[in-house]
């Protein structure tokens, strides 16, 4: 498994949607978040938060898409639905429309876990999502472009 590494603006820039009409942008840098807040715990504290707060907007309004971040120069685009035999399942899907680029992993895919009675939705941490969401880029993303440019 893949270490989580404390993110410093060199290696990206992350944007959350806080709600349905405003972007907040959130640069691991200190004082771009809040001034109070110094510690990067608290920061990724309030970024789970803000997670959090954006799939529970994907779980108000199922089966309609919403952008919920910006990773690397990609949307991340998520839709909640509700399926008769897997009950809930998220999908997320990474959208770069300058390199025409759309990717649906099914690595970003959740789905109610009825044996072990948890959900799709406390499935969803910010720490595991941003490390699948590293693992399609450093592979799918890569390939797609290669494939793309040697046609």
Same mark, same amino acid.
């Given at each position: 498994? %893949?270490?989580? &590494? ?15 009409? &405003? ?6 840098? &200190? ?14 504290? %309030?970024?789970?938060?803000? #997670? ?5 907007? *994907? ?34 899907? *990474?959208?770069? %429309? ?9 690595? #970003? ?5 009825? #044996? ?9 941490? #910010? ?9 399609? *880029?450093?592979?799918?993303? *890569? ?9």
């Amino acid at each position: 498994m %893949q270490e989580f &590494k404390i993110a410093t603006k060199e290696d990206y820039e992350a944007r959350l949607h806080g709600d349905l009409q &405003k972007i907040t942008e959130l640069e691991f840098v &200190k004082n771009i978040i809040k001034p109070e807040i110094d510690n990067i715990e608290a920061k990724q504290d %309030q970024m789970a938060d803000m #997670l959090l707060g954006n799939i529970n907007l *994907l779980f108000a309004a199922k089966d309609t898409p919403r952008e919920i971040m910006e990773y690397k120069g990609f949307k991340v685009v998520g839709m909640a639905t509700k399926t008769a035999f897997d009950g809930n399942v998220v999908f997320f899907k *990474l959208v770069n %429309q300058e390199h025409k680029i759309e990717l649906e992993p099914r690595s #970003l895919e959740y789905h109610d876990d009825k #044996l072990r009675g948890v959900s799709a939705r406390e499935q969803i941490s #910010l720490k595991g999502f941003i490390t699948r969401i590293n693992n399609v *880029l450093s592979n799918e993303a *890569l390939q797609k472009k290669v494939r793309e440019k040697c046609h």
